[in-house]
């Protein structure tokens, strides 16, 4: 539904700040990127769906990536740290997610940040 908080849009890439990184994407085909999301504290890597890291060369890298970053990346609640892990396991299940646009589409590999974890309301902005 349009006023959800994960609706996507009506089609695969329509929504204009998606559109925009998508065609910056192609153009420019980076080796690494990071994208920011809210909330919650974790380091999220490919693959959205379980069962399709098996068919990744790089799951191992993309898992020790988000596993040592999360290390050093404090969460809002003091003495605690980032979780680590692919959106299925540390969240839900995500099909067309940035990380596995990003990794299949141009082979880039990166991670996807979880903020504002103790932020009033969780998502920021409202």
Known sequence: M???????????????????????ARQQRPVYYVTYHTYGPYALHPFGCSGVQASSPDFRTLRE????????????????????????????????????????????????FELNGGAPGGFQPD
């Not at 396991?89 to 990003?102: K, S």
Request: no cysteine; charged share 15%; net charge negative.
């Open 2 to 24: 349009t006023g959800d908080d994960t609706y996507r849009g009506p089609a695969a890439n329509s929504e204009p700040t998606t559109a925009g990184l998508v065609a910056l």
């Open 65 to 112: 990536m988000s596993s040592e970053v999360s290390a050093l990346m404090e969460a809002d609640t003091p003495g605690t740290w980032f979780q680590f892990g692919t959106p299925w396991e540390v969240l839900y299940a995500v099909d067309g997610d940035m990380d596995a646009w990003f990794y299949g589409e141009i082979g880039s590999m990166g991670l996807t």
